[in-house]
T-cell receptor
Framework: AQSVTQPDIHITVSEGASLELRCNYS??????LFWYVQSPGQGLQLLLK??????LVQGIKGFEAEFKRSQSSFNLRKPSVHWSDAAEYFC???????????FGAGTRLFVKA | NAGVTQTPKFQVLKTGQSMTLQCAQD?????MSWYRQDPGMGLRLIHY???????DQGEVPNGYNVSRSTTEDFPLRLLSAAPSQTSVYFC?????????????FGAGSRLTVL
């Protein structure tokens, strides 16, 4: 069964600083990997996904993520954080059978002025 | 296009009461699922369905029932609510066939069980 670990419960960064959110997954085959964002009181919105090809994927709002098979990681990055990026971020892994998408516990991002 | 619609948005129950959370989608998605979100635990899959008449259990199915009689609807039933079921519930749907297909989420239903 697949699983996802997000080691950081919350992270605080200054506006304009760079950001990296960590995600490690466990899955026996090549995984489908996702990052979603949830603003307060809202549902989840897809930032980006990886399922094959280039290991560096670009998403919306200036986010990118890099798939590293050797480290079982799919870390999310942004070069310059904006105050509007304050939200909760979820990493997820989908099985190749297309039956289950499993989420990590989430990382809450705080942005300070 | 409404996407995924959940009702009600808020509900308060007493222990032992029953209720149904409704979920409807208008995107003709074969796959539908229910998650619960709890602080520090992320989203956990309760049940999912890959088409009308087909349902299966997720990570935390106990205490919940589902059925799928139409492509559009996927209700979640709590037969005897417990305080441990206090949570925010999300319905999500996507095209089936590949785990790479992206989930579309509803806005959530906040349930409190006293």
């Amino acid at each position: 069964a697949q699983s996802v670990t997000q080691p950081d419960i919350h992270i605080t960064v200054s506006e304009g600083a760079s950001l990296e959110l960590r995600c490690n997954y466990s899955y026996g085959a090549t995984p489908y990997l996702f990052w979603y964002v949830q603003s307060p009181g809202q549902g989840l919105q897809l930032l980006l996904k990886y399922f094959s090809g280039d290991t560096l994927v670009q998403g919306i709002k200036g986010f990118e993520a890099e798939f590293k098979r050797s480290q079982s990681s799919f870390n999310l990055r942004k070069p310059s954080v904006h105050w509007s990026d304050a939200a909760e971020y979820f990493c997820a892994v989908g099985d190749t059978g297309g039956f289950k998408t499993i989420f990590g516990a989430g990382t809450r991002l705080f942005v300070k002025a | 296009n409404a996407g995924v619609t959940q009702t009600p948005k808020f509900q308060v129950l007493k222990t032992g009461q029953s209720m149904t959370l409704q979920c409807a989608q208008d995107m003709n998605h074969e796959y539908m699922s229910w998650y619960r979100q709890d602080p520090g635990m992320g989203l956990r899959l309760i049940h999912y369905s890959v088409g009308a008449g087909i349902t299966d259990q997720g990570e935390v199915p106990n205490g919940y029932n589902v059925s799928r009689s139409t492509t559009e609807d996927f209700p979640l039933r709590l037969l005897s609510a417990a305080p441990s079921q206090t949570s925010v519930y999300f319905c999500a749907s996507r095209r089936t066939g590949s785990g790479a297909n992206v989930l579309t989420f509803g806005a959530g239903s906040r349930l409190t069980v006293l």
